[in-house]
Nanobody, 117 residues
């Protein structure tokens, strides 16, 4: 059974940090580029960070550059999102997805991140 399971979300104060994980199972993780998306209340889902299959290239939304870091460990079939200097506007459900080419193959169910002011 193919699964992407996000974890590590929670409630944190402004300026705090969280580390999200996205654990993959049921498919071969290493060939896939991976993305982190988020969707805040009443907002559309937005791409936050992306990482290529080898981890050699990463990209970030302007809103999180310098604060978030995406990484992956192919030996553990897991991707991470280190989030520092969190702001209330980072409050959202965070999702991971697995991509090859222009097609998204798998989505996780999300983990809630709430940043209090």
């Amino acid at each position: 059974q193919v699964q992407l399971v996000e974890s590590g979300g929670g409630l944190v104060q402004t300026g705090g940090s969280l580390r999200l994980s996205c654990a993959a199972s049921g498919f071969s993780f290493s060939p896939y580029d991976m993305n982190w998306y988020r969707q805040g209340p009443g907002e559309e889902r937005e791409l936050v960070a992306a990482i290529t299959n080898t981890g050699g290239i990463t990209n970030y939304a302007d809103s999180v550059k310098g604060r978030f870091t995406v990484s992956r460990d192919n030996a553990k079939n897991t991707m991470y999102l280190q989030m520092n200097s969190l702001k209330p506007e980072d409050t959202a459900v965070y999702y991971c997805s697995a991509v090859r080419g222009i097609r998204t193959y798998y989505w996780g169910r999300g983990t809630q991140v709430t940043v209090s002011s």
